[in-house]
Structures are given as C-alpha cells and as structure tokens.
C-alpha cells in the first residue's frame, strides 16, 4: 500500500515536472517565428528575336532586374512565408503562334504570374490559355486589349500599357503646349494592322483639336523613305509625326526627311540616343521632340530616379522606359500578392479588381487600377508619359504627362 502509494506520488511528481517544463517553455517570450522560404515562379513572356526584339529585351531585363533587387533583400513576406521569385524568359517571337506555344509551356510548368505578351496576336492566342489555368498576364500591346478581354470575358488579364489614342494623345497634348500654333501635321505609319490602328488613334485627338492631320503610310520592312517624303517635304506640314514608327525605322525616316530638306518640327516617339545619333546625326535632331524618358530628371519622382540610378550603377547604361515598364510590373505583382495574402491567383485578381487599391508605380506617386474611368476597362494601369527635346545637341526630359486624354 504504501509502496504504491510512493510510486503514485512519484508519477504524480515527475509528470508535474514534465508540465512544468513545459509550462515554462510557454511562459518564455515566445521569439516571433523566423519565416519560411519557398519559390515563386513567374514568366516574362516577351520579343527576344527578330524585328521587334529592340522592344522585348528591354521589357525582360527589366524585369528580371526587378527580381534580384527583390531576392538580394531575401525575397517579399506573404503571411509567414519569404517569397524568392524564380523568373523564366519566353520569347513569343510576336508570332501569335510562337506566343501559344510559349503559353502552353507556361501553363505545363504551373507558373501563374505572368509578364506580357507583346503582341496583339499573341494576347489573342494566350488569352484563352491562361484564362483556363487561371493564369495572370499582363499584356503590352498598346491597349489593343479592350478589343480583346472586354468582349470576350477574359478575366485574368490587366494591361500595363495604355491605348494608343492615350498614348499618342499624350505625346500630340504635350507637344501643342510647346508649339500652340501647330495646325499642319503628316503623320507616318507603317501599312499594317498595327500603323492604321495608330493612324486612327491620333486622330481621337487631332479631330477634336481641329488640326490637319494627313495619313501617310509605308510598307513594312521599307528602309527607303525618300519617294514617300518628297511630297511630303514639298507640301511642308508644321510638323512630322512619327507617331507609333519608332526605334530605327523612325530614325530613318527622320534622317531622310532632314536630307530632303524638312526644316519644320519633328515630333517622333522612342528611340535609343546612340541609335538617333549614329541615324540621323547631331546637326538633324536639334530641336526634336521625343518620347524617350531621362529618369534623372526632378520631373521624375524620387523614387524613380534612384531605381534609375541603381539600374545605371550596375549595367553602365541609362534606364529607359522599356526597361522600367520591366521592374515596375514585377513590383506591381508583387505588391498584389501581398495585398491579397495569398499567391493563389484568384485571390489576386480580385485585388487587381479593385479600383480604390493604390500601389507604386511610378515612384512616390499612388497608382491605380483607375483604367475603368479613364480608358474604358477594368485592370488598366494609369500611366505617365516623358517628353525630351535635343537642346544644344543634348537630350533634356521638357515634361511628364498623364495618360488621362483627350
């Protein structure tokens, strides 16, 4: 009796040590638990060859530069969990065909987060793709997506860039506050879906202005402007507008243009300096106007101008707008997936949904998927556009316009 009587205390006692242990664990501050680190997988699905690749790679380094400032810091905090971005180049060729095969890939490797496509035909062939597998893509052609998602239903979509009467508008708006006695305009275009769709885009705003605005157009791939530009240069418009023609074909036109003999203004869109120079030379650019972004301008935010300035620590290069469309885009996933809690894409779509969540786009400024009341759709970024002049033979940012107009 009394041998179990000593054996039940002793029970009783160990197990009272045993919670007592524990209970002093409990009782410790608790250390706030150390996150774990898991991978997320995103696509950049771009132009890496051909014609249009001077677009593409741009938009890919961006990105990809957007992810190892985010992994070097360790990755973003959802919850609990450290998030390190695992991004996969895919070139969609701007081949509507290229760019469905690229989106299937994407789909088989259960990526959920994706960066474009460029093209217009490649929007229209991943679309379907990535609404099924419940994949996000931001497209990049120009807006060109309202004649898409919209009717079609397509959810899994927002758009990073704007619709080509924003984006010409901005560039006609900010371009008349400069020279408000412009009435003349010719207009170049490539004779293909994309130029006439820009022909027709700026008209949105030069028919309101009432200016005069004449269509001329090129068959794609020309290198030999002059039989175009000799009328052109004899009826001597206020300006020549190069509208969407950009990279080395606008050089081009440009140049020839000055060679012609053209001494009136020279509205034109993006171009790398080099290109411009080697193109068209110093003595030919002065005074030109140019939708190419200086980031080391005040008329940038702060926090523009230091991404800039990390870009060009570390790649001895200017950032151009390209390049920063890239990083922001990443950031503006990551920010979503933090906002929603979750990287479940459904869930993330609903914050892309919200119209009232504010985030960094460009800088200090608070962006918003303000794209309903101001282009029409929901999931549109707002957008700024940067305007540069060649003043004394140097390239120097005039103004940054919103892409709220007309």
Not at 266 to 288: F, H, M, P, R
């Given at each position: ?25 409990g009782?410790?501050?608790t250390?706030?638990?150390t ?19 001077a ?5 890919d ?6 992810v ?14 450290m998030?390190?971005?695992?991004l ?6 701007y081949?509507?065909t ?15 987060f ?8 490649g ?5 379907p ?24 239903g ?25 020279s ?33 605005v ?7 791939g020309t ?46 869109g ?64 990551v ?13 993330v ?7 009232n ?8 400024t ?41």
């Amino acid at each position: 009796m009394r041998k179990g009587f000593i054996i039940s205390v002793t029970m009783i006692v160990v197990l009272a040590l045993i919670l007592g242990v524990g209970i002093a664990c409990g009782s410790k501050a608790t250390p706030s638990a150390t996150p774990s680190v898991q991978t997320i997988k995103m696509a950049s699905l771009n132009t890496l060859s051909g014609p249009v690749a001077a677009w593409g790679i741009p938009l890919d380094d961006g990105a990809h530069f957007a992810v190892d400032l985010i992994n070097e810091q360790g990755g973003f905090k959802v919850g609990n969990v450290m998030y390190k971005i695992n991004l996969e180049s895919f070139d969609d060729q701007y081949s509507g065909t290229a760019t469905a095969t690229a989106a299937a890939q994407i789909v088989d490797e259960g990526i959920h987060f994706v960066f474009g496509p460029l093209s217009y035909d490649g929007e229209q062939a991943a679309m379907p793709i990535f609404q099924k597998a419940e994949t996000l893509c931001s497209g990049i052609s120009a807006g060109e997506y309202l004649k898409i998602a919209v009717p079609k239903g397509y959810t899994y979509y927002w758009n990073c860039s704007y619709p080509n009467w924003a984006w010409l508008g901005a560039m006609i708006t900010a371009n008349l506050k400069l020279s408000p006695n412009v009435k003349t305009i010719v207009q170049i275009n490539s004779d293909d879906d994309f130029g006439h769709s820009a022909a027709a885009a700026t008209h949105v705003t030069t028919d309101k202005l009432g200016l005069q605005v004449k269509d001329v157009f090129f068959a794609p791939g020309t290198t030999d402007f002059y039989s175009i530009l000799t009328p052109v240069v004899k009826e001597n418009p206020d300006v020549i507008f190069t509208a969407l023609t950009q990279g080395s074909t606008m050089d081009l036109v440009i140049a020839q243009a000055r060679e012609l003999g053209y001494k009136g203004q020279i509205w034109a869109g993006e171009s790398t300096w080099d290109q411009l120079v080697s193109i068209v030379g110093l003595q030919n650019l002065e005074g030109g106007r140019f939708v190419i972004s200086d980031f080391s301008s005040p008329l940038w935010p702060k926090a523009v101008r230091d991404v800039a300035a990390e870009w060009k620590a570390k790649y001895k290069t200017d950032m151009d707008f390209d390049t920063y469309l890239g990083y922001a885009v990443i950031n503006i996933y990551v920010q979503a997936i933090q906002k929603a809690g979750s990287t479940d894409p459904a869930q993330v779509l609903k914050v892309f949904d919200d119209p009232n969540w504010t985030f960094s786009y460009w800088g200090d400024t608070q962006a918003k998927m303000a794209g309903l009341q101001t282009y029409g759709a929901l999931r549109q970024l707002e957008g700024y556009q940067g305007l540069s002049k060649v003043v004394n033979g140097n390239l120097t940012q005039i103004s940054v316009t919103k892409m709220d107009i007309p």
